[in-house]
């Protein structure tokens, strides 16, 4: 997932949350959000971020630290957070979201998920 979050920051060397809410369930009674968090991985922040999200059918459905996700095929909602260390909870964050979007998760086959990103 490539997008640009230094830009947004106020600090200088951050860690981010993500924050996924999928749109077609019924939220927050059926569905909470799911918290998500793993290094930076860009050589040039200046210019964009990088990180590793991978998707998989036998990966978490709540969320961690560099563990693949089992995301149903939909629309999720994504805010994400600065923070001055790793964290999986918005309030041990600044709280500050410094980018907010939408993100589309498409089944192909039960082997493989295809992601795109849509920016609002």
Do not use: H, W
């Amino acid at each position: 997932m490539v997008l640009t979050l230094t830009e947004n920051s106020r600090l200088s060397n951050p860690f981010y949350l993500f924050e996924f809410t999928n749109e077609f369930q019924n939220y927050p009674l059926d569905n909470p959000p799911i918290y998500f968090t793993t290094p930076d991985l860009s050589n040039a922040t200046i210019r964009f971020n990088l990180f590793d999200i991978e998707l998989s059918s036998t990966g978490t459905t709540s969320g961690g630290t560099s563990v693949a996700m089992n995301l149903q095929s939909g629309q999720y909602k994504y805010n994400v957070y600065e923070s001055t260390a790793s964290t999986l909870t918005v309030s041990a964050t600044t709280q500050r979201v410094v980018e907010t979007g939408r993100m589309v998760v498409q089944l192909d086959n039960l082997t493989s998920i295809n992601t795109q990103n849509i920016y609002n």
